[in-house]
């Protein structure tokens, strides 16, 4: 018992005094090696939480705002280009993708304690979420938006006049972003009466 006592005690001394037993130079490219492994798991677990698969993996996604993404031309159209839950809900750029992750932790506790786990649940706090969404891209000038479209690239030959009027004033000359016009353009829009600005 007492060599193992002294096997502990030694090995002890080594790992709450490293640098008296290890080179500096281990230390440094253990710390390295060390950030390098921490690094690459962040990456992995970001882009991992980065995919529709990822979104959709909880009913609350699946059963509501996914199935009515199904029927709009952000999932299925003539040109077979898709945009997933990530383009339209995370920034492209990783300072932006940082805070827009650290902004959906606090998602997380809708799902911990079940605050919109039934469809009558979810409608019923629906209001509220798009809200929040509206407001974060009318802060940003609708980014996610403008990853896929921008009004320099836009034809306006192909457009209906009524939409060519409304992109010209609102965003080429006026103060508007993308998501002053087109709520619901993915998902269907909440119960509007009383909404201040909605006719």
């Known amino acids: 018992m007492s060599t193992l006592f002294q096997w502990l005690k030694k090995y002890w001394r080594i790992f709450s005094r490293p640098s008296r037993h290890l ?7 253990g710390g390295f090696v060390t950030g390098i492994m921490f ?3 962040f990456n992995t677990a970001l882009e991992a939480t980065n995919t529709e698969t990822f979104c959709v993996s909880c009913h609350e996604m699946q059963n509501n705002v996914f199935a009515e993404l199904k029927s709009t031309i952000h999932y299925t159209n003539r040109s077979g280009v898709r945009a997933t839950c990530p383009d339209c809900h995370v920034p492209h750029e990783w ?14 506790w809708g799902k ?10 979810f409608q019923a ?9 509206w407001a974060r891209l009318a802060a940003n000038d609708s980014l996610e938006c403008r990853n896929c479209h921008s009004e320099v690239s836009m034809d306006f030959t192909r457009q209906s006049p009524r939409a060519t009027q409304a992109h ?13 016009c087109h709520k619901g353009i993915a998902h269907q829009l909440p119960d509007m009466s009383g ?4 006719q």
């Open 112 to 121: 911990i304690f079940g605050t919109i786990n039934t469809r009558e649940k």
């Open 23 to 29: 080179s500096l130079g281990f230390l440094t490219v």
């Open 195 to 198: 909404v201040e600005g909605w």
């Open 125 to 133: 706090k629906r209001l509220e979420l798009a809200k929040h969404e």
């Open 39 to 41: 690094w690459g798991g």
């Open 95 to 108: 300072t932006d993708k940082i805070a827009r992750k650290m902004q959906a932790s606090k998602e997380v």
């Open 168 to 180: 010209q004033d609102g965003l080429i000359n006026g103060d508007k972003t993308c998501i002053d």
